[in-house]
């Protein structure tokens, strides 16, 4: 709240209170903004949840109920929609809490993503098509590939990219649906994502024994390797700010690496973490609990003072001009107009 406008006099400790009230409100929200990262998982007691993570790894279930949920896309409106395996339905969560189906009777749809337009791209576990879905739902195929169809990831162009871990391939289909072998010679290759700059980053498992990889290719498809020594990995996620998250199915562990390949652990000790997704923010009871505080808090000013105004005696009472100024100090605002409420009440 900005109070530089009033006179000194009029700027008491009672509004740089009530200012420093609303700032903390105004942080809370803020910090409850942050992106939020969600988990699907195949197996066990936990293939009937989503997971969504606050930007400082704190876990919460956002959806439960489901028949082993796999692929997850954010769609322009910022909602949650993920394929679930095992009742053969896409699911939409709206961000006010909402769930909404989709699309029903497919063959075990498994992994989605959005083109720029909002387009949905779908592919299945036992399906060699790709279909797609107008942002209304209308759905038509897209491509077919006689391949073993996994991750999917689009670049900013509209360019589809899919694992084919059984054929050790990367293929590309143009948004005219013409198909390639963008990268060969990959090892059980399930998750990907593209970045910013339209880079493309793809999990290598190898099946000798030795330690899997995210391998990054340009547009072109220059390989380089970006990180090396991680377990069984599956999912792939970028943030906001370009790092990558990894989920790590054998150790139960998802890692951020930085752009320039910095690895940490996000979070620990989960069953099998599949597939991620970045979207709409994940709640953090900290921030929501402080803005409620702080806003209880003023309320109880305001009323404790306007109680103590109507019950005072006559002779300890002020001037119309008095309770204004009093008002105004209360508050630390501005125009008249934003103060009638309050000067109503004293």
């Known amino acids: 709240m900005n ?43 936990d293939q009937h949840h989503i997971y969504g993570f606050t930007s400082t790894g704190g876990k919460s279930v956002v959806a439960d109920g489901l028949n082993t949920p ?13 394929a679930d395996y095992g009742s053969g339905s896409i699911y939409k969560f709206g961000k006010d809490g909402s769930q909404s189906t989709f699309a029903t009777g497919l063959d075990h749809p498994w992994a989605l993503a959005f083109d720029p337009s909002g387009n949905l791209y779908e592919s299945g576990d036992r399906s060699f098509n790709i279909y797609k879905y107008s942002p209304t739902g ?8 006689n391949g073993t169809n996994w991750g999917l990831a689009i670049d900013k162009n509209g360019n589809l990219f899919m694992t084919d871990p059984g054929n050790l391939d990367v293929v590309k289909i143009t948004p005219q649906g013409t ?20 880079n493309i980053f793809v999990t290598n ?45 054998d150790s139960g562990t998802i890692y951020r690496l930085t752009p320039s390949g910095t690895r940490s652990t996000f979070a620990s000790g989960l069953n099998s973490p599949d597939w991620l997704t970045f979207g709409n923010s994940v709640p953090e009871p900290p921030a929501i609990s402080l803005c409620a505080i702080s806003a209880l808090l003023l ?17 300890h009472r002020q001037s119309p001009r008095s309770r204004f100024r009093r008002a105004v100090r209360l508050t630390g605002a501005g125009p008249y107009r934003q103060l009638s409420g309050v000067r109503r009440r004293c």
């Open 70 to 82: 796999m692929g997850m896309a954010i769609d322009t409106n910022g909602a949650l929609v993920v």
């Open 3 to 45: 109070v530089s406008h009033l006179p000194r006099r009029l700027v008491t400790r009672r509004a740089m209170i009530t200012a420093l009230s609303l700032a903390i409100c105004q942080l809370g929200v803020a910090i409850e903004a942050s992106a939020g990262l969600y988990l699907t998982s195949g197996i066990g007691v």
């Open 138 to 145: 209308a759905r038509s195929t897209f491509a077919f590939w």
């Open 179 to 198: 198909r390639s072998v963008f990268a060969g010679g990959l090892s059980l290759s399930r998750g990907i994502a593209v970045d910013s700059n339209g």
């Open 205 to 249: 498992n190898p099946t000798d024994g030795n330690p899997s990889a995210i391998f990054k290719f340009t547009p072109s498809g220059v390989r380089s390797t970006f990180a090396t020594g991680l377990g069984d990995l599956v999912g792939l996620a970028f943030d906001n700010d370009g790092n990558l998250f990894a989920a790590d199915s």
């Open 299 to 315: 309320s109880l000013r305001v009323r404790f003072v306007s109680r103590i105004r109507r019950t005072a005696p006559a002779s």
